[in-house]
T-cell receptor
């Protein structure tokens, strides 16, 4: 089946630094990628939708200058958390959608970000 | 809100019993999916049901969808300790987004 990978799987960074998370579709071309965040014991909240080659669309309440999303190719999207603070500590999950499969959206394994 | 709402929020059952989780929603959907998530791990896709379908089966899983009531249920039969996890419904809306419900935390006691 379709595979989506994320790197890194875990990252710890200091307050004020920036962290980049990669999301790759390994065996299909992802026309659209989605970024979610999940706080402990809570559900996934959609942060933004990105289409290859265009600017991301952010959900209400998500700061676009803080969470920079780049979808430069059909197999790679990146989320950069800029000037990270402890409250940004969360589980970030990407999903990718192509034009195949009985269901259209495939989720990555997630990246756990801890900001100290 | 477009989010699904799930009940119960938490469910504890004995191994071998059936577990039923419900998801209600407010918006129109193209399809509804159920996912499982073990603590601290990624999502595992369980089953997708399209808006024109009423019931689907996959192994010990049975999903129903009632679009008139805007609700879906996930039934896990003959539960096992390994079924302990959080279960989420996810709605594919007409805006082409997938929105998750708050989830049900299932504990299966051996």
């Amino acid at each position: 089946g379709a595979v989506v990978s994320q790197h890194p799987s875990r990252v710890i960074c200091k307050s004020g630094t920036s962290v980049k998370i990669e999301c790759r579709s390994l065996d299909f071309q992802a026309t659209t990628m989605f970024w979610y965040r999940q706080f402990p014991k809570q559900s996934l909240m959609l942060m933004a939708t990105s289409n290859e080659g265009s600017k991301a669309t952010y959900e209400q309440g998500v700061e676009k200058d803080k969470f920079l999303i780049n979808h430069a190719s059909l197999t790679l999207s990146t989320l950069t958390v800029t000037s990270a603070h402890p409250e940004d500590s969360s589980f970030y999950i990407c999903s990718a959608r192509g034009l195949r499969g009985s269901y259209e959206q495939y989720f990555g394994p997630g990246t756990r970000l801890t900001v100290t | 809100s477009q989010q699904g709402e799930e009940d119960p929020q938490a469910l504890s059952i004995q191994e071998g019993e059936n577990a039923t989780m419900n998801c209600s929603y407010k918006t129109s959907i193209n399809n509804l999916q159920w996912y499982r998530q073990n603590s601290g791990r990624g999502l595992v896709h369980l089953i997708l049901i399209r808006s024109n379908e009423r019931e689907k089966h996959s192994g010990r899983l049975r999903v129903t969808l009632d679009t008139s009531k805007k609700s879906s249920s996930l039934l896990i039969t003959a539960s096992r300790a390994a079924d302990t996890a959080s279960y989420f419904c996810a709605l594919k809306t007409s805006y082409d987004k997938v929105i998750f419900g708050p989830g049900t935390s299932l504990s299966v006691i051996p």
